[in-house]
C-alpha cells in the first residue's frame, strides 16, 4: 500500500495563469520542491521518480494558445530537473484520465479493489458494493466516473482497467467549462446579456456585496460566449441580493439540457450518462464547499437545501463578522457554489432525494488526500499489478504431520545407531 507521506500546496494561481510569463511557472514550483527535498532521504532522491501532471486550466489554456501552454510545460520541466530526481516528464492530462485516475485513488486507498482473506488464505475481490463512484470539482472542470448497474451503451464514454486480476469497465467523463470558477463567469455573463444597466443584480452574492467587473474581460475566456457590443457598459457594478432559489435558477439556465434525446441516459450537453449507481465520495471543491457550510455529514437532501438557503440569506456584513480570517473571494462564492452543487448533482447528473444520501463529501482516505494525483502516479508506475497478488502459500496439516515424524524418526534412529557405535 502506498501512503502519502508529505502534501504541499503550491501557492498562487495554477501554472496556467502565467501564459503571458512562462518562466514564472516554473518559479511558482520551488517553495514545494525544496519542501520535499527535505522529507525525503538524500540517498533515496535520485531513484525517487517525479511526474507532473496537469488538468483542466491547461487543457483550457491549449484551445487559445498552444504554443504558451507547451512554454509553461518547458518551464516547469527545466525547474524540476534543477532538482536531484528522477523526472519522468511533464504533460497535460485528458479530462477522462482524470475522471479515471480519481476512481483509482479513491478505491485504492479504501482497499476496494482487493484484501488478504484470513479464512481463504488468499487475496479476495470485496463485494461490488464497496466499489465507490468518484465526483470530482475542479475550477475549470468536473468529473464523474463510476461503475453503472448494466453495460455501458457507448464505447467512447468507457475506460477499462485490469486490476489485481480483475476486469473493471467504468464510466468517466470530464465536462470542461464546468467547473466551478467557470460556472461563475458564466453566470455572470448571463446576468450582464440581460442588462445594459452600470448597475446590475446578482442573487448569488451576498446583501449588501458590492463587485465592479469590466465585460471586456469575460472575452478571454473560451468557456464564455462574447457578450454583445450593445448589451453592457464597459463596467458593470454587481450588486448581492442574497437570493438562493433565483441563484440556482441562473445557475440552471448555463446548462444545455435540450441536447439530450432520452434523459434517463444522458447527463447534459447531449453526453450519454447511465443513471447513477452505489455511494459516491464527492471531493475537491465538493467538499471544501459543504465543510465551511458545516454540511459533511450525510443529511436528506431537504435539510442540505435548507441550510444553503439559510447561509445565503446572510449580508455581506454578517459573513466579514462571523468569519474574519476567511478569504473575501471565497466567503462571497459560497451561496453560489453550494447552488451550483446543487445544480450540477441533481439536475446535471442526476441524483435525486432517494441517492443523495449515497454522496459522502470528504477530502482524505486513509491518512492520504483524495484526488486524480494518487491514481495518475500508481497508474504511470505500475503500482497496481494487472494480476492479483501470489501469496507463498504453506503446506497443508498432513503434510507437516508427516514431514515432522519422518524428522523424528529419522534423528531417533541416528542416535540409536551413535549408541550402538559406541557400545561396540
Known amino acids: 500500500m502506498v501512503s502519502q507521506m508529505f502534501s504541499c500546496h503550491v501557492k498562487g494561481p495554477g501554472i496556467s495563469s502565467y501564459a503571458e510569463n512562462p518562466s514564472k511557472a516554473g518559479a511558482s514550483l520551488r517553495d514545494c520542491l525544496n519542501a520535499a527535498m527535505g522529507v525525503i532521504p538524500p540517498h533515496r532522491q535520485q531513484e525517487s521518480p517525479v511526474y507532473l501532471g496537469a488538468t483542466a486550466g491547461m487543457r483550457l489554456l491549449r484551445m487559445q494558445n498552444e504554443l504558451a501552454a507547451t512554454q509553461i510545460l518547458e518551464a516547469v520541466s527545466q525547474t524540476i530537473r534543477k532538482y536531484p530526481v528522477s523526472f519522468q516528464g511533464a504533460r497535460i492530462i485528458s479530462g477522462k484520465e482524470e475522471g479515471a485516475f480519481g476512481w483509482i485513488t479513491i478505491n485504492y486507498l479504501l482497499n476496494s479493489f482487493t484484501q488478504y482473506s484470513a479464512k481463504e488464505r488468499d487475496w479476495i475481490r470485496p463485494p461490488s458494493a464497496n466499489i465507490l463512484g468518484a465526483l470530482d470539482l475542479g475550477g475549470a472542470s468536473t468529473q464523474i466516473s463510476f461503475i453503472p448497474a448494466g453495460l455501458i451503451a ?13 476486469d473493471y469497465n467504468i464510466y468517466s467523463h470530464s465536462y470542461l467549462c464546468y467547473g466551478q470558477n467557470q460556472a461563475f463567469q458564466r453566470v455572470i455573463r448571463l446576468i450582464l446579456s440581460g442588462s445594459p444597466s452600470v ?32 448589451t453592457s457598459p464597459s463596467n458593470v457594478t454587481l450588486v448581492g441580493k442574497g437570493n438562493s432559489s433565483l441563484c440556482r435558477e441562473k445557475f440552471k439556465a448555463i446548462f444545455n439540457f435540450s ?29 471544501y464547499t459543504f465543510r465551511f457550510l458545516n454540511l459533511t455529514v450525510t443529511s436528506p437532501l431537504a435539510t442540505v437545501e435548507r441550510a444553503i438557503q439559510v447561509f445565503c440569506a446572510r449580508t455581506w456584513e454578517d459573513l466579514n463578522t462571523s468569519y474574519p480570517h476567511e478569504k473575501p473571494f471565497h466567503l462571497k462564492n459560497y451561496c453560489a457554489s453550494a447552488n451550483y452543487i446543487l445544480t450540477l448533482l441533481l439536475d446535471g447528473y442526476g441524483f435525486r432525494n432517494d441517492t443523495w444520501q449515497n454522496i459522502a463529501f470528504q477530502m482524505q482516505a486513509a491518512n492520504s488526500d483524495i484526488g486524480w494525483t494518487l491514481g495518475y502516479m500508481l497508474n504511470l508506475t505500475n503500482m497496481i499489478p494487472a494480476e492479483a497478488p501470489q501469496l507463498l502459500k504453506g503446506h497443508e496439516e498432513a503434510f507437516w504431520i508427516a514431514s515432522i515424524f519422518f524428522l523424528v524418526a529419522t534423528l531417533a534412529l541416528c542416535l540409536l545407531a551413535l549408541v550402538l557405535h559406541a557400545l561396540l
Open 259 to 287: 441536447g439530450c434525446r432520452d434523459p434517463s441516459s444522458c447527463g447534459f450537453e447531449g453526453i450519454y450518462q447511465p443513471r447513477v449507481n452505489g455511494k459516491f465520495l464527492a471531493f475537491s471543491a465538493y467538499y
Open 154 to 166: 457507448d464505447p467512447s464514454e468507457a475506460v477499462q482497467f485490469r486490476l489485481y486480476g480483475f
Open 199 to 230: 448597475e446590475v443584480a446578482h442573487p448569488c452574492y451576498p446583501k449588501g456585496y458590492e463587485e465592479e467587473v469590466q465585460a471586456a474581460s469575460l472575452s478571454d475566456n473560451p468557456c464564455v460566449k462574447p457578450l454583445p457590443a450593445t
